[in-house]
């Protein structure tokens, strides 16, 4: 089982960057491939970012291909979104995830963050 924590999140002006992390504790850190989703109000979870459990292969929302860049290091177990170029569009609670595969962890991961709040003003 793992527990999963995010941080770095904040407010920061259109075109400014960010670096979410996302910290896991528990067993076999490095089985799992994680990810990154996003909520903004009044709106559904979406996918943002995926990478596989050995960092190989990575998987992005077609928004944010060239300005987000998912890795992970699993020595610190730990996960990370830069995100570039930020945009007022990307205003939302940002939640890591878990999962088995990058095909499964899209659609339904086996472990959720509690999410970290993420404001780009105009």
């Known amino acids: 089982q793992l527990q999963l924590r995010e941080s770095g999140g904040g407010l920061v002006q259109a075109g400014e960057s960010l670096r979410l992390s996302c910290l896991a504790s528990g067993h076999s850190f490095d089985t799992y491939s994680m990810g990154w989703f996003r909520q903004a109000p009044g709106k559904e979870r979406e996918f943002v970012a995926a990478?596989?459990?050995?960092?190989?292969?990575?998987d992005y929302e077609n928004s944010v291909k060239g300005r987000f860049t998912i890795s992970r290091d699993n020595a610190k177990n730990t996960v990370y979104l830069q995100m570039n170029s930020l945009k007022p569009e990307d205003t939302a609670i940002y939640f890591c995830?878990?999962?088995?595969?990058?095909?499964?962890?899209?659609?339904?991961?086996?472990?959720w963050g509690q999410g970290t709040q993420v404001t780009v003003a105009s």
């Open positions: 990478i596989t459990w050995a960092g190989t292969s990575t």
């Open positions: 995830a878990a999962g088995g595969m990058v095909v499964t962890l899209k659609k339904e991961p086996d472990y």
